[in-house]
């Protein structure tokens, strides 16, 4: 029996593989009442034969790491959608995204009852891509929460 192998949907997560680095604005919020920017830097890596990308992220300010996240992207074959699996510093367990990548641009919901998180990928050029993370309580009205711009570095 011959192996499964990655389809062109996980294909298209390669395209975040490698460091990773970027201005970040963030918008006050009840976790950061000032708001402010940081730098963000991420190293993102191939796992599991091709199937899944490892994401470790680490927000820099004032030259000190400030917070941490580990995700998993995936795309799950039988709901034709892709995922994230996401743990950070806040501590609040694993959190999971889903949505679609739609021509440049990925694009992932994570309902809890507390409220909706909604990330954005936007690639804009080879080795550069936007990020947008929003929050919304009613899944209505969204509100920034950090907007971003990266270069591959490698």
């Not at 367990?93 to 309902?111: A, D, M, P, S, Y």
């Not at 909706?116 to 804009?124: A, H, I, P, Y």
Request: net charge negative.
């Amino acid at each position: 029996m011959e192996m499964p192998k990655p389809t062109e949907a996980h294909n298209k997560l390669a395209g975040l593989a490698g460091r990773w680095t970027g201005k970040e604005k963030l918008s006050p919020s009840p976790w950061d009442p000032k708001g402010g920017t940081a730098i963000g830097r991420c190293t993102n890596r191939m796992a599991a034969d091709g199937f899944i990308l490892v994401h470790e992220y680490e927000q820099e300010r004032n030259g000190t790491a400030s917070f941490h996240g580990h995700g998993v992207f995936s795309y799950d074959g039988i709901a034709k959608c892709y995922l994230l699996h996401w743990w950070d510093s806040m501590g609040f367990g694993i959190n999971v995204f889903k949505g679609q990548l739609e021509g440049n641009t990925l694009r992932l919901l994570c309902q809890l009852p507390q409220g909706s998180t909604r990330g954005t990928w936007e690639f804009v050029g080879d080795g550069q891509y936007r990020f947008l993370l929003e929050v919304s309580p009613d899944g209505q009205k969204w509100m920034t929460m950090i907007e971003g711009e990266y270069t591959r570095e490698s």
